[in-house]
C-alpha cells in the first residue's frame, strides 16, 4: 500500500514521495509566532492559513493521531533568489499536484488529513481578504506550517531534500492517514 500511494503521487506530478511515521513528524508551536511574523503576507489572508484555520496546539494533536504520512514535494527551476513570479507560479503548480493527488487518494484514505504548501492558492485573491466564505471549502488545503510541522526537521531522515541546488524552489505536502 505504501508503494502504491508513492506512486500515486509520483503520477499526480510529484518529483519525490516517501510513507513516513506519523511519530516522525518533527512538530513545533513554534511556527504559530513564525507565521504570526507574516514572512510570506498571508497572516490573516487566506482562510487555509493561520490564525484562521484553528488553535495550533488542537491542530497539532490532530496530526499526532495519525500513524503514517505520505510525503512528497515538487521542485521548480526559477531565474535567481529573487524571482518571485517564478516562485509564485511554482507555488500554483504545486498547488495543482496536491489537487490531483488529493482526488487520487480520498477513495483509498477515507479519514486523511492533507496539508500542502502555505496560501492555498486556488483562487487569484483569496476569498478571506474580502470577507467573503472559502470558494471551494471542499477542495482548499491548509498549509503544513500552519499544523505546526517543522518541514526541515521532517525532511531530514528522508531521500526528500529541502533543498535542491541553486535557482530552484522546493514544496511540499503530506497526506497523514
Ligand atoms: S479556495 Fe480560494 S477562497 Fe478558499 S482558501 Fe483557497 S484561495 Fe481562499
Not at 490564525?51 to 500513524?67: F, K, Q, W, Y
Not at 499536484?97 to 483562487?123: F, I, M, T, W, Y
Not at 491548509?142 to 518541514?151: A, H, L, W
Request: proline fraction near 5%; charge should be negative; glycine fraction near 10%.
Amino acid at each position: 500500500m505504501h508503494e502504491e500511494l508513492m506512486a500515486l503521487a509520483l503520477a499526480c506530478g510529484a518529483d519525490k514521495a516517501a510513507v513516513i511515521r506519523g511519530e516522525d513528524v518533527v512538530l513545533s508551536a513554534s511556527f504559530r509566532d513564525i507565521c504570526r511574523g507574516n514572512g510570506c503576507g498571508m497572516y490573516g489572508r487566506c482562510w487555509m492559513c493561520p490564525p484562521d484555520i484553528g488553535e495550533i496546539g488542537e491542530l497539532m494533536a490532530r496530526v499526532r493521531t495519525c500513524r503514517h504520512g505520505l510525503l512528497y514535494q515538487t521542485i521548480h527551476p526559477i531565474e535567481d533568489s529573487y524571482d518571485f513570479e517564478g516562485m509564485m507560479e511554482a507555488g500554483k503548480k504545486h498547488a495543482q499536484v496536491s489537487q490531483r493527488l488529493n482526488d487520487a487518494v480520498k477513495p483509498r484514505l477515507e479519514a486523511c488529513l492533507h496539508l500542502s504548501c502555505g496560501g492555498c492558492r486556488l483562487c487569484e485573491r483569496c476569498a478571506r481578504q474580502d470577507g467573503e466564505p472559502c470558494r471551494m471549502p471542499d477542495k482548499a488545503l491548509p498549509s503544513m506550517e500552519g499544523y505546526g510541522i517543522d518541514v526541515y526537521q521532517t525532511t531530514r531522515p528522508t531521500a526528500l531534500k529541502y533543498i535542491n541546488g541553486q535557482n530552484t524552489v522546493t514544496y511540499f505536502g503530506i497526506v497523514l492517514f
